[in-house]
């Protein structure tokens, strides 16, 4: 039951965000109709995510986490910007090596395995492949694989992803 109402209030702080200033009846920035249907929706979604958003633990509900998460947005966002000049500057030289590696992050939920994924796939030059479930360890596709990294098993992750492990490790674990 708790998870349930968990995650309808999180549905719903979801909605609100999202159709902010779009109404004038409440505090000109949301109409009745306008809350009536996001606590319905928010409702069907808290009943079918129950178990989804929130497993046995509550832990992603600590405040501390969220403000971590908000605290990555800007080393991320910093990774990708210098991410991007460096395939600019790949594609422009014609200097790109290409292939397969191999990280392993030291990640242990499957949370911050996804997070730590989807970091890595947004930032240009880099895309995950594959997760080995065994032993958590990413296959990247890499646009500049270096020499020296192909001879280390797996790959550092430095290289790749610099310190997107030591933040996620904050939010998730």
């Known amino acids: 039951m708790l998870a349930f109402i968990v995650t309808t209030i999180i549905c719903f702080i979801t909605y609100l965000t999202l159709t902010t200033g779009s109404g004038t009846d409440v505090v000109n920035l949301w109409s009745y109709e306008e809350l009536i249907f996001g606590l319905i929706f928010s409702l069907i979604c808290g009943f079918i995510a129950k178990k989804l958003f929130v497993k046995k633990d509550f832990r992603m509900l600590n405040p501390v986490r969220w403000f971590s998460f908000i605290a990555y947005l800007v080393p991320f966002i910093i990774a990708m910007a210098k991410a991007n000049f460096d395939v600019a500057y790949r594609v422009i030289t014609g200097k790109i090596n290409p292939g397969i590696v191999r990280i392993s992050p030291g990640l242990k939920t499957d949370l911050g395995i996804t997070l730590l994924a989807n970091s890595i796939t947004l930032t240009p030059g880099t895309l995950s492949v594959d997760i080995d479930e065994d032993s ?25 992803c610099g310190n997107f492990p030591t933040w996620i490790r904050r939010i998730a674990e």
Not at 137 to 158: A, F, G, Q
């Open 136 to 160: 958590n360890d990413l296959y990247i596709h890499w646009i500049n694989v270096k020499e020296e990294s192909i001879k280390k098993k797996p790959v550092d992750c430095k290289f790749i």
